[in-house]
């Protein structure tokens, strides 16, 4: 089982729509990350967390330490918020990043 | 600042020639992680610098990867000899503390042919 589990895989909506992508994770950490990259190979961060909740324009990330989940949020999806969504977690002594498998996220419009 | 920038962006090369990839890090920051990606492995870390010291080499595959960071502003990981499955994207990361959002590079992609 890999230490970092995103869902669903694949993601279609339609613009507009409100989105939501999970990532569970086992092992005990110190902070949570998500990372955007889009067709063109470039990754961007979008939030680091270690609790509760954090807004950025149409994003919202929030964190579950207890249930070892995390959720990424966009509201009013749109076409130019297509990309893959990974998520990493941070844990150990030395503070390595684990990342999950990312969700590809495509929105039509 | 222009953010990190790696070189070359595409690299082609022939099984068993040496490859050498580079990295500049964002000025003032304290830690540099380089990472592979490819289709069927994902994102993985090869190895991080805190303050040019390497922390954690154990991402590094195998004896024909080595890292160095010789001064704060340039990194450099090298393949010799490269083989066919080491082609992928390779991202250079920065961030101000290790525990800090890191800044990633555009990446380089490599293709051993």
């Known amino acids: 089982k890999n230490e970092v589990e995103q869902s669903p895989q694949n993601l279609t909506a339609q613009e507009g729509e409100f989105i939501t992508i999970n990532c569970s994770y086992s092992v005990g950490i110190s902070a949570l990350h998500w990372l955007q990259q889009h067709p063109g190979g470039g990754i961007v961060s979008l939030f680091m967390l270690s609790s509760g909740k954090k807004k950025h324009g149409r994003l919202i990330a929030t964190i579950n330490i207890q249930e070892k989940h995390s959720s990424l949020h966009i509201t009013a999806s749109h076409p130019r918020d297509s990309a893959v969504y990974i998520c990493?977690?941070?844990?150990?002594?030395?503070?390595?990043?684990?990342f999950g498998k990312g969700i590809t996220l495509s929105v039509r419009p | 600042d222009a953010g990190v920038i790696q070189s070359p962006r595409h690299e082609v090369t022939e099984m068993g020639q040496e490859v050498t990839l580079r990295c500049k890090p964002i000025s003032g920051h304290n830690s540099l992680f380089w990472y592979r990606q490819t289709m069927m492995r994902g994102l993985e870390l090869l190895i991080y610098f805190n303050n040019n010291v390497p922390i954690d080499d154990s991402g590094m595959p195998e004896d024909r990867f080595s890292a160095k960071m010789p001064n704060a502003s340039f990194s450099t990981l090298k393949i010799q000899p490269s083989e066919p499955r080491d082609s992928a994207v390779y991202f250079c990361?920065?961030?101000?503390?290790?525990?800090?959002?890191?800044?990633f590079g555009q990446g380089t992609r490599l293709t051993v042919v």
């Open positions: 990361a920065s961030s101000p503390t290790r525990e800090s959002e890191a800044f």
């Open positions: 990493a977690v941070r844990s150990g002594a030395n503070s390595k990043l684990t």
